[in-house]
């Protein structure tokens, strides 16, 4: 985020996510979350929030770019953050 230590932006960041995680179709197991308290040097905890979803499928994957709850969310938290990290991965 641009400004983590304002409850402001917190609040509205966190409240723009859940209103998303509440409406998303295609986003299945979701979780969200902070770093975690660990200090070890093989973690990473230099992002402020993270958010994982997970698809039954590709096509889910894709539907879920373009739905609008996602372009909702885009468009009221992308003023918040300065950048986004995505790694996607499959089993």
């Not at 509440?22 to 993270?50: L, M």
């Amino acid at each position: 985020m641009k400004n983590p230590t304002n409850d402001n932006d917190r609040i509205e960041f966190e409240n723009a996510m859940h209103k998303f995680l509440n409406s998303s179709v295609y986003a299945k197991n979701k979780h969200f979350g902070q770093p975690a308290n660990t200090n070890r040097p093989v973690v990473d905890n230099s992002y402020t929030y993270c958010l994982k979803v997970t698809f039954d499928n590709l096509k889910e994957h894709d539907q879920y770019q373009i739905e609008p709850a996602h372009k909702l969310f885009i468009s009221e938290a992308s003023k918040l953050w300065d950048r986004v990290l995505i790694y996607d991965s499959q089993s």
